[in-house]
């Protein structure tokens, strides 16, 4: 089994990855990776995604390679094809962050290993289903009644995956950003899942009863070439006070990071007393080490 995309998980799947992680913070997953290997395959720049994979691969007794995508033959022009095979013949468990979704899916396709979406353009499933989990141990409501809004470039990745998986566990999801940002029909039609996926142009209205408020940078890595319009066009939905005032009372705001402190959101809301931000950053490594355990066991 693969983690490419949240499309492919279901709320039972995410429930056993939960309790793994669960297993994985009390500690008694220690020597459950005895003997296996990660290698953490990157186009791009991490530090949470890589050092948390890391950091759990080894508290879990196993190893981790790090492997810069500029340092492989790949480099040379070897083909994603054949990296995977010779990764895999070697690794228990690849997880590769890419430039673009499409060479991920190669990437899986040819490996004879597991296959982690550390990120891609499309999706950072690891992060949403981390969030998710924090979101969990921090308010004991059923999702149905916790609204998340997400509010800057909702056609990210971050976006996606968020909206995906929120809808998937049953919350109530608004993507609150500029109509040129509304993702596609695959992130908004999501009859099947228990939650809802809305979108929003209004920032009142978006954020009206939002339990947690989500943001994330205006130029994702592989963007940097249209920042200038980018930063403009996503401007008006800056995460601040004012913007966190339309949420409820005791609204939680939350950021994957890196952030831009005077882009995206403010150094007051980011550092504030209702910033759930750290609690983020704990957790990435709690269910790294989840989603490493429950893959490793099937
Ligand atoms: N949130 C996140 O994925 O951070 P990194 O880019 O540092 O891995
Ligand atoms: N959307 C951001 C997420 C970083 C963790 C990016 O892709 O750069």
Not at 139 to 166: C, Q, R, W, Y
Request: proline fraction near 3%; include cysteine.
């Amino acid at each position: 089994m693969n983690l490419i995309g949240i499309d492919e998980l279901d709320k039972s799947k995410i429930s056993e990855i939960f309790s793994f992680s669960d297993k994985f913070r009390r500690g008694s997953l220690h020597e459950s990776m005895l003997g296996k290997k990660l290698a953490l395959f990157f186009e791009k720049p991490s530090t949470r995604t890589r050092v948390s994979f890391e950091s759990a691969m080894l508290d879990m007794s196993g190893s981790a390679i790090y492997l810069d995508s500029h340092n492989l033959q790949l480099s040379r022009g070897e083909t994603y094809e054949d990296t995977a095979r010779t990764l895999s013949s070697y690794v228990d468990i690849i997880a590769a962050r890419m430039y673009r979704h499409e060479d991920l899916k190669t990437l899986a396709g040819n490996s004879s290993a597991p296959v982690i979406n550390a990120l891609t353009d499309m999706e950072h499933p690891c992060q949403a289903l981390s969030d998710f989990y924090t979101i969990r141990r921090h308010t004991d409501s059923e999702p149905a009644s916790v609204k998340l809004a997400f509010i800057g470039d909702t056609d990210s990745n971050m976006a996606h995956s968020l909206a995906l998986a929120g809808a998937m566990l049953g919350y109530n999801i608004c993507l609150v950003g500029p109509k040129q940002a509304k993702p596609s029909s695959h992130y908004l039609n999501v009859e099947s899942f228990s939650g809802s996926i809305q979108f929003q142009t209004d920032i009142r209205k978006g954020l009206k009863d939002a339990d947690f408020v989500y943001t994330d940078t205006y130029v994702s890595m592989g963007q940097e070439s249209e920042a200038e319009s980018r930063k403009k066009l996503f401007a008006p939905y800056q995460l601040n006070a004012r913007v966190m005032s339309f949420a409820k009372k005791d609204a939680m705001a939350m950021h994957c990071l890196p952030a831009h402190r005077g882009e995206e959101v403010t150094k007051e809301v980011i550092n504030g007393e209702n910033s759930l931000i750290w609690e983020q950053v704990k957790n990435k490594k709690i269910v790294g080490g989840g989603i490493l355990a429950y893959l490793a066991s099937r």
